[in-house]
Nanobody, 117 residues
Framework: QLQASGGGLVQTGGSLRLSCAAS????????MGWFRQAPEKEREFVAS????????YYADFVRGRFTISRENAKNTVYLQMNNLKPEDTAVYYC????????????WGQGTLVTVSS
């Protein structure tokens, strides 16, 4: 299971840190990702991190503002979001992809981030 938390209401330019706690899987055997879905839009990729934390990828629209990280000892992945914009408003989901797999097999329930202008 993946349990996402940390969402909330923040003003433009503010910051939030999302957390995603994993249970029931060998966390260090999974690459982790964050996705988001805004109202009436399709889900989109935000960021990912490899099993060891040494390789990260970001969508262009968050690069330089968001940082993904993980603590394997705590079975947790984070998404630090800075300089938030109204267009970042969405439900944010964490997901787990087993090493060498092509798809994310496990998804969290989502946490809502609302950025007011």
């Amino acid at each position: 299971q993946l349990q996402a938390s940390g969402g909330g209401l923040v003003q433009t330019g503010g910051s939030l840190r999302l957390s995603c706690a994993a249970s029931g899987l060998t966390f260090s055997s999974y690459n982790m990702g964050w996705f988001r879905q805004a109202p009436e839009k399709e889900r989109e990729f935000v960021a990912s991190i490899n099993w060891g934390g040494g390789v990260t990828y970001y969508a262009d629209f968050v690069r330089g503002r968001f940082t993904i990280s993980r603590e394997n000892a705590k079975n947790t992945v984070y998404l630090q979001m800075n300089n938030l914009k109204p267009e970042d408003t969405a439900v944010y989901y964490c997901a787990a992809r087993r090493l060498f797999a092509s798809d994310y097999a496990y998804w969290g329930q989502g946490t809502l981030v609302t950025v007011s202008s």
